[in-house]
């Protein structure tokens, strides 16, 4: 009698691994919202008598933000990358920012876009820190604009108790640390040092080809300025919805400052840090704690909590296309 041998079929087969890619996003969004219902369903009630001609303002400047990051995309890399696909990235790439801290989803989801657009792994990698370099010059630069404009905008007495001043130096010494123990390894490990020379190489040359080149030099750098002032117009939107009684430009400098300051807390979506900063520096500008609240959660139900959903479908889709 013949022994009839069958061979086992493989667990899990590209097209199984295809679909669990697609759905990661979306279970990883349920989880997140399940969460944070509680934060939800508070600025959701919060929003009920809001007017709704200055929450739409929000919405749409926060769907222009997805656009201004499209062109500072564009601008870092020399190829033209299809605009349709470029959008739908960065809408998908919110969500993914949201799941994990310091902007590595973004980062990963673009870094993927991008190879599969057929840009080497080191351009890539160099496209990804230009933007962050730009990013931060353009906040910054309108950080500084608004600060010397309105330099007594922000209130800070009254904050804090008497004799109670911020701990500055243990954000120092963790900083020097960090940056101690970069240096350490890059002494250490010849081959990081190599790898580091490469990328640096590289990342020096593109820009000085893509700053040859003004409509990629406008691209990005008009997109660095238009992105943190489209997200601080926002912020401005929401309150005016909620009646909170603070000039426009000191909400929009709120924003800039607690962006900043919240950036050395880096936390998945900059939800704790950058609520609490977003609070603080509102009622700095001299908005009630009631009124900075209500204007925060209505602020990341229209930037964060609404756009969610959405963005891990487009992020699915995209990732069953093989986009990113």
């Excluded at 496209?127 to 730009?134: C, N, P, S, T």
């Amino acid at each position: 009698m013949g022994i009839t041998t069958t061979t086992a079929p493989h667990l899990l087969s590209g097209a199984t691994l295809r679909r669990i890619a697609c759905l990661a996003p979306i279970a990883l969004v349920g989880w997140w919202v399940a969460r944070h219902w509680r934060l939800i369903a508070d600025g959701g009630r919060g929003l009920l008598d809001a007017d709704r001609g200055w929450l739409l303002a929000a919405v749409a400047a926060t769907g222009l933000a997805w656009v201004a990051v499209s062109f500072m995309r564009q601008g870092t890399v020399l190829e033209r990358l299809p605009a349709g696909r470029l959008l739908a990235t960065q809408f998908a790439a919110g969500t993914a920012n949201h799941l994990l801290p310091a902007g590595i989803g973004a980062s990963a989801v673009n870094l993927r876009f991008m190879r599969a657009c057929g840009l080497p792994p080191a351009r890539s990698a160099a496209a990804i820190a230009l933007y962050f370099l730009a990013e931060c010059v353009g906040r910054g630069t309108l950080l500084a604009v608004l600060l010397a404009v309105f330099p007594h905008a922000l209130r800070l007495d009254g904050l804090l108790p008497d004799g109670v001043s911020v701990p500055v130096g243990p954000t120092a010494g963790a900083a020097a640390g960090v940056c101690a123990a970069v240096t350490v390894a890059l002494v250490a490990v010849p081959r990081l040092r190599r790898v580091a020379r490469t990328f640096l190489a590289t990342a020096f040359t593109d820009a000085r080809t893509l700053h040859a080149r003004p409509s990629r030099a406008l691209a990005l750098w008009g997109g660095s300025l238009a992105f943190p002032a489209l997200q601080a117009g926002g912020l401005v939107a929401v309150t005016m919805s909620l009646g909170v009684p603070v000039p426009f430009a000191h909400v929009a400098l709120a924003y800039l400052v607690a962006s900043v300051a919240a950036a050395a807390l880096p936390t998945p979506g900059g939800v704790g840090s950058v609520d609490a900063a977003l609070v603080v520096a509102l009622v700095a500008t001299g908005a009630s704690l009631a009124a900075a609240t209500s204007a925060v959660l209505g602020y990341r139900i229209v930037t964060v909590w609404l756009p969610l959903v959405p963005g891990a479908l487009v992020l699915g889709a995209l990732v069953r296309r093989k986009v990113v």
